[in-house]
């Protein structure tokens, strides 16, 4: 069975940080393309970043240079390193895992921007 666990969201004021991480069980995320996307109220899901399986990353042109996507294969562990942060970074952020033949998803960890 197939978990993704996201952690380290909360509530942070403008210009702060914040570092999410993603638990992976039942796969190996190193084969994985494995991505964080966020969705704000009223929004649609949207893709904040993704590694592929031979680390080339991709960022959303909004956290250009803000965050920084990075994956731990020992400890089957994806992380995103969000800093300064801003009010419209507010959303559910989710784990995600693409292979070809399968996606997978976490439940979501809140982020909050707000002073």
């Known amino acids: 069975q197939v978990q993704l666990v996201e952690s380290g969201g909360g509530l942070v004021q403008p210009g702060g940080s914040l570092r999410l991480s993603c638990a992976a069980s039942?796969?190996?995320?190193?084969?994985?393309?494995m991505g964080w996307y966020r969705q704000a109220p009223g929004k649609q899901r949207e893709l904040v970043a993704h590694i592929n399986s031979g680390g080339s990353t991709n960022y959303a042109y909004s956290v250009k240079g803000r965050f920084t996507i990075s994956r731990d294969n020992a400890k089957n562990t994806l992380t995103l390193q969000m800093n300064s942060l801003k009010p419209e970074d507010t959303a559910v952020y989710y784990c995600n895992a693409k292979s070809a033949i399968r996606a997978c998803w976490g439940q979501g960890t809140q982020v909050t921007v707000s002073s």
């Open positions: 039942g796969i190996i995320i190193s084969i994985y393309t």
